[in-house]
T-cell receptor
């Protein structure tokens, strides 16, 4: 079974629209960490955010915000007023604390196309 | 200064050849990783080394052999290349191997094409 599911394979929006990328995870650990990475067309992987399982506070960073809900095992990512530069593949990842050796389980990614 | 660097960036080779990809990090991290990203963008861990010691070895064919001469370097050697090895290979590093949720810093990737 996949530990991280990103059901949206590809999303297309027009600039200035808001868009939410979904991430659902599965773990039996009580201590775990969730991440979002961005992979722009140039190919590198850029770290966006880390959240630990004990901190359910939502986070906002500029146009980016993250909604972590343990009750639904979700860690969704919203981009407000999207821009063309937001076009990329976005990956959600899970790291479990116990006997995990910092192993990341990545979702399959959501490709976001922002059109002018 | 590039934190995690990989060489080469592109590698095109014939089936059956042997090739190596090099990775270096200047972050002072203890732990390094190799990931494979397939044509559908799926990212999967292959290996993890901590202070030159192999920690994670996923189900990877024996043709893939990582080598860590020191904790700043993790190279990947691939023997008898097959068409299915075509992918982007990413090197990454993190401060430690502990399950403390350290972020991983990724290199720019090496696009391997096997003809």
């Amino acid at each position: 079974a996949q530990k991280v599911t990103q059901a949206q394979t590809e999303i297309s929006v027009v600039e200035k629209e808001d868009v939410t990328l979904d991430c659902v995870y599965e773990t039996r650990d009580t201590t775990y960490y969730l991440f979002w990475y961005k992979q722009p067309p140039s190919g590198e992987l850029v770290f966006l955010i880390r959240r630990n399982s004990f901190d359910e506070q939502n986070e906002i960073s500029g146009r980016y915000s993250w909604n972590f809900q343990k009750s639904t095992s979700s860690f969704n990512f919203t981009i407000t007023a999207s821009q063309v530069v937001d076009s990329a593949v976005y990956f959600c990842a899970l790291s479990e604390a116990i006997y995990n050796f910092n192993k990341f389980y990545f979702g399959s990614g959501t490709k976001l196309n922002v059109k002018p | 200064d590039t934190a995690v660097s990989q060489t080469p960036k592109y590698l095109v080779t014939q089936m059956g050849n042997d090739k190596s990809i090099k990775c270096e990090q200047n972050l002072g991290h203890d732990t390094m990783y190799w990931y494979k990203q397939d044509s559908k963008k799926f990212l999967k861990i292959m290996f993890s080394y901590n202070n030159k010691e192999l920690i994670i070895n996923e189900t990877v064919p024996n043709r893939f052999s990582p080598k860590s001469p020191d904790k700043a370097h993790l190279n990947l050697h691939i023997n008898s290349l097959e068409l299915g090895d075509s992918a982007v290979y990413f090197c990454a590093s993190s401060p430690s191997i502990a399950g403390d949720g350290d972020e991983q810093f990724f290199g720019p990737g090496t696009r391997l094409t096997v003809l």
